[in-house]
């Protein structure tokens, strides 16, 4: 990816405006019951709502949040900031935001790769503010857009098979038409 942190801010800052206005294909999916990697448990996709909901939590409001605070810091440098992020990011085999692409979440994923990849152009605490302000602010929107009625349980969240989406795609012309 290691593309100019700037193209990459303005990436982000383009999804961000974009899912302001509409979920994203990825939220759209999981909301169906559409996992591509096939996650989930005995049939049901609760368990990728709940995931999604505290991870998509934890990197923004128990991560980011913190980073950018500690970016106002006057006690930590840009390379501590560097490497507390990519502490943060999570390292070895456990990278939170790898997780959230597992469950359906890719662009997070592709982001923090993209994020990582660039970390060594910030000069700055501007520069790092620039960039991770709007992965944040991505972040928190990505998930206001998980559904998540704990009263339902487990059979509200059954994952569709392909037959039943067949047959939920015959359906389309009337619910278009205000039928539903």
């Given at each position: 990816?290691?593309?100019?942190?700037?193209?990459?801010?303005?990436?982000?800052?383009?999804?961000?405006?974009?899912?302001?206005?509409?979920?994203?294909?990825?939220?759209?999916?999981?909301?169906?019951?559409?996992?591509?990697?096939?996650?989930?448990?005995?049939?049901?996709?609760?368990?990728?709502?709940?995931?999604?909901?505290?991870?998509?939590?934890?990197?923004?409001?128990?991560?980011?949040?913190?980073?950018?605070?500690?970016?106002?810091?006057?006690?930590?440098?840009?390379?501590?900031?560097?490497?507390?992020?990519?502490?943060?990011?999570?390292?070895?085999?456990?990278?939170?935001?790898?997780?959230?692409?597992?469950?359906?979440?890719?662009?997070?994923?592709?982001?923090?790769?993209?994020?990582?990849?660039?970390?060594?152009?910030?000069?700055?605490?501007?520069?790092?503010?620039?960039?991770?302000?709007?992965?944040?602010?991505?972040?928190?929107?990505?998930?206001?857009?998980?559904?998540?009625?704990?009263?339902?349980?487990?059979c509200a969240y059954r994952k569709r098979t392909p037959e039943e989406i067949r047959a939920m795609i015959k359906w389309l012309p009337e619910l278009e038409k205000g039928g539903g």
């Amino acid at each position: 990816m290691a593309k100019d942190w700037k193209e990459l801010k303005a990436e982000i800052e383009k999804e961000l405006a974009r899912i302001r206005i509409e979920a994203p294909e990825e939220v759209q999916l999981v909301r169906l019951g559409i996992i591509k990697s096939g996650q989930g448990n005995y049939g049901s996709y609760w368990g990728i709502l709940w995931y999604l909901m505290e991870y998509t939590c934890y990197l923004g409001e128990h991560t980011l949040y913190h980073l950018l605070q500690l970016a106002d810091e006057e006690t930590i440098d840009i390379d501590a900031l560097r490497t507390i992020t990519r502490v943060s990011f999570g390292v070895g085999d456990w990278k939170p935001a790898h997780f959230m692409e597992a469950l359906g979440f890719e662009t997070i994923n592709k982001f923090a790769a993209g994020i990582l990849d660039v970390l060594d152009q910030l000069k700055t605490k501007e520069d790092y503010k620039e960039l991770m302000t709007p992965y944040w602010l991505y972040s928190y929107d990505m998930r206001r857009y998980i559904p998540f009625p704990y009263n339902l349980g487990l059979c509200a969240y059954r994952k569709r098979t392909p037959e039943e989406i067949r047959a939920m795609i015959k359906w389309l012309p009337e619910l278009e038409k205000g039928g539903g």
